[in-house]
Structures are given as C-alpha cells and as structure tokens.
C-alpha cells in the first residue's frame, strides 16, 4: 500500500495534463469560424434529415395501414364465389415501415412494399419506391447515415489533419515532450478535443433525431430504444477510428499539407471508391439470378419436376392413385371428397418446395455477395459501419428475407384453407360450388412480426467484430507509428 499513493498522484497530473491539452485544443477548434460554421451545418443537417424522413415514415405507415384495412373490407364483403377463385383473386402483404428507417433507409427504397398472394405460385414484392424517383436515386438519399459515414469521416480530416503537424512545424512539438508532456497524454488530450468538437457533433444531433422516433413510437418503444443505442454505439466506433487514424497521419506526416492531402486520399478510398468497387466485384464474384432466369428455372422445375425427370403429368397420375388407394375407390368420381381441390393444393405444396429452393439459391448468392463486400472493411469501414446501420434500422436484406417468407407462410396456409374447404364441402368436377362469408371471415388477416433488436444485433454479429476490429486495429497500429517516428 505505500507505493499506491505516489501511482495516485502520478495518474491524477496525468489526467490533469491530458485535461489541460483537451480545453486547450478545444478552444482553437472553436475559434476557426469556418470549422463551427460546417458543423453546425452538419447537425442541422442531421436534424432534418430525421425528421424529414421520419414525417415521410408516418405518412406511409398511415397509407399502408389504410390499404390493410380496405384490404381487409374488399375480401369480408366479396361475393359468394368458388373458393379457388377467391384464392386467384388473392390478397396482399403490405410490408410495414420499421421506425429506424427514418436514419437509415438501407435498401428499402429498391425493394418492393407489396407482395400479392395468390393460388399457384409465389410473388415478388412489388412497388419499389426507387420507381417513382429519377435516376438520382442510385447516388443516395439525404439521410442521417448517409451524412454520418460519408461527411463526418470529412469533417474529422479537415478538423485534426493539422493537430500534431502544426506542432512539428512550430516547434513547438519538442517543446512539449522536453517539458514533461507525455506522448499519450498529448494525443490522448488532441483526440478527446477532436472527438469531442467534431464527432460529439453529429453524434448529438443523431441523437436528437432518434429522440424524435423513439418517442414517438409507442408500440415498440424499447425495441426502438435499444435500436438507437446501438446504432450510436456503431458510430461511435465508427467515427472513433477516423479520429485515431487523424491524429496518427498528423503525427507521422512531416507537414500538415502532406497529412491533409494522404487523408482525403485515403477518405476517397476508403468511403468512396473501394466500397462501389467491392460492390461490382462481388456481384461479379457471386452472381444472382436475374428475375427472369428465376422465373424460367421455376417453370421448369413445375414442369419437369425438381430432378429433371418427374414431369408434371407423370406427378399428377401417380397422386391420382394415391388418393384412390388411400380412400379404398376405383374412380374420382366415387371419392366422397373434390379430388380437384386434392390436386390443386397438392399443385400448391409441389410449387412451394420449388420455389423455397430457387429463392434460396438466390438469398445465397446475395449472402455471399454481402460477405465479399464486407471483406474490404480493413479499407473500407464504412462497408462495415453500412451493414451495421442497416441491420440495426430493420432495412436490411435478411429484413426483406423475413418478411418475405412470413408473406410466403401465409400464402400456402391461406390457399390451403380455401382449397380444403372446396374439396371437403364438394365433389369432383363440382366448380359450380360457391363459398361465402363465412368462410372468408374464418381466415384471419396477415399479421407481421419483425425480427426483434436481439435478433438483428446477432445477425450483425460480423458487422460488428469488423467494425471493432478496424477501430482497434487503427488504434493500435497509429499508436506504433507515432512512438516510432513522432520525435524524428
């Protein structure tokens, strides 16, 4: 215990001294009017982006919930009709807006909201945001993510390139380390003044902008909650590591000119030109079906069966059979049930295993062109931070995936129930038969049930490591460089 005191007062004049550095260099960042006039702009920028874009989610939140119900309405009033019928008339499933969305819009705007259900095959969703809207589109919408992991990585540059590099240029930096500043202390402090003029920044009015959603979503209030906190913490890894790699470049570079100008290089890289690189690679890499190589497969595979030689005539003979040995008949037209509702929902199963397996083909190759892209991350963060966000908001792929196949469930359990009640309630050939209400109030509406926040923060578990990965990584990689070359 003797020796604990002196360590005490070591470490409080430490944290003294890098406190002293913070204020120090906080005060000459707020004095260049040109740095708080660009943050400011960008808070305000961040600001609006959330709560324009969280306006937008609300208007279409109440749009689709209108559709749902008058969905609803058009199919308890239709008239008496052949259930098969009603199953080709169908219903849709309206793909709800996840709160998140708001700051991070992920790829919701070129996927479909709407997923029509229907007898005889599955669906792509339908209506893409990305239709009603120019060519612009492709380069971005205006959003809180956007700005945070394109323009905040910029604002760290233009605000730290100089922070050390000055110093060498003074003089003064040998000054400091021959009056006993330490070098940790002296970036330690630099990195808290940075962080906390620049990134603290966006980060605040990200947070004002979440609190704007959070608050104002009272059904899942603390899925949304939970969400955010993520999402901040995501950033704050994010933009952690931009203002280690700041201040490593400003250490080592002999001018501040040759610091700003490998910066911007690496921003350009790194934020701009690698990622949209990856993305055509890997896409090149792991290729997926176009819609009508899909299409053509599946019809095949109805056609020829799934292994080439089970045509559907020869399918369609052998269930004949079946069902006559299993009620113990000679002929379809003793059966005491309407062999062709049998037919039609044993159609039904046959293409639902056709399809789950071509769409999982297709899932697949996206999973492994979302896996390529990742592998830049140690260029490119922002591949990494991008998935992250995405996954956190709920606007994902695995998000559309999800709702896509709860879609597809419904789909086979409500052409299932409209083909039993035909075959158990008539007899083969009888199309003459006609179901009511009844009937169509029996089947409930499709409900969606997001994936919760645990869900998406474990499907984002390799988002994740990368992201740390390349934060520490940074950390420590500048920290080595710097001790190595900071007094040459």
Avoid at 11 to 16: E, V
Avoid at 262 to 278: I, K, T
């Amino acid at each position: 215990m003797v020796g604990f005191y002196p360590l005490q007062g070591d470490f409080m004049r430490r944290l003294g001294m890098v406190w002293r550095i913070a204020r120090k260099e906080c005060l000459e960042l707020f004095r260049d009017g040109r740095l708080v006039c660009v943050g400011a702009l960008m808070a305000v920028l961040i600001v609006a982006a959330v709560v324009t874009n969280d306006q937008h989610a609300r208007a279409d939140t109440t749009a689709r919930a209108a559709a749902r119900e008058r969905q609803q309405q058009l199919w308890l009033n239709q008239p008496d009709q052949n259930p098969h019928g009603a199953a080709h008339d169908g219903l849709f499933a309206i793909k709800p807006v996840r709160p998140l969305a708001a700051v991070d819009r992920g790829i919701e705007t070129f996927t479909g909201t709407v997923i029509p259900m229907q007898a005889h095959s599955a669906q792509h969703a339908a209506y893409r945001p990305a239709a009603d809207r120019t060519s612009l589109v492709r380069f971005g919408e205006l959003t809180a993510a956007m700005l945070l992991q394109l323009l905040a990585p910029l604002l760290i540059i233009v605000a730290g390139f100089d922070m050390v590099a000055r110093e060498r240029e003074r003089g003064t930096l040998h000054q400091l380390l021959a009056a006993g500043v330490s070098l940790p202390a002296l970036l330690l402090g630099k990195a808290l003044a940075l962080g906390a003029v620049v990134g603290l920044v966006a980060l605040l009015a990200a947070l004002i902008g979440l609190g704007v959603i959070v608050l104002g979503d009272q059904v899942t209030f603390v899925d949304t909650a939970l969400r955010a906190a993520l999402l901040v913490g995501a950033y704050g890894l994010y933009l952690t590591g931009f203002v280690a790699a700041t201040l490593a470049v400003s250490s080592v570079a002999k001018t501040s000119r040759a610091a700003l100008g490998f910066l911007l290089v690496y921003w350009m890289l790194g934020v701009v030109v690698v990622p949209r690189a990856a993305a055509d690679a890997a896409a090149w890499l792991a290729p997926a079906p176009t819609i009508g190589e899909f299409s053509t497969a599946v019809d095949a595979d109805l056609r020829n069966g799934l292994d080439g030689h089970n045509p559907y005539g020869e399918r369609e003979e052998a269930f004949r059979r079946q069902v006559l040995a299993d009620y113990g008949v000679e002929s379809v037209e003793q059966l005491p049930v309407n062999f062709d509702a049998l037919l039609l929902q044993a159609d039904e199963e046959y293409a639902a295993v056709v399809y789950e397996r071509r769409m999982r083909e297709v899932w697949n190759a996206h999973e492994r062109q979302a896996f390529l892209h990742l592998a830049v991350f140690p260029v490119a963060p922002i591949v990494a931070v991008r998935t992250v966000s995405m996954t956190t908001a709920g606007t994902d792929l695995a998000q559309h995936r999800h709702f896509a196949d709860a879609a597809e469930a419904y789909r086979q359990a409500f052409v299932g129930a409209l083909n039993h009640d035909m075959a158990t309630r008539s007899r083969s050939g009888d199309w003459n038969y006609r179901a009511n209400r009844d009937l169509w109030a029996s089947i409930a509406p499709f409900t969606y049930v997001a994936p919760s926040w645990r869900d998406s923060a474990a499907r984002a578990r390799g988002a994740w490591m990368a992201l740390a990965g390349w934060c520490v990584f940074v950390i420590a990689a500048g920290a080595l460089a710097v001790r190595r070359q900071i007094v040459v």
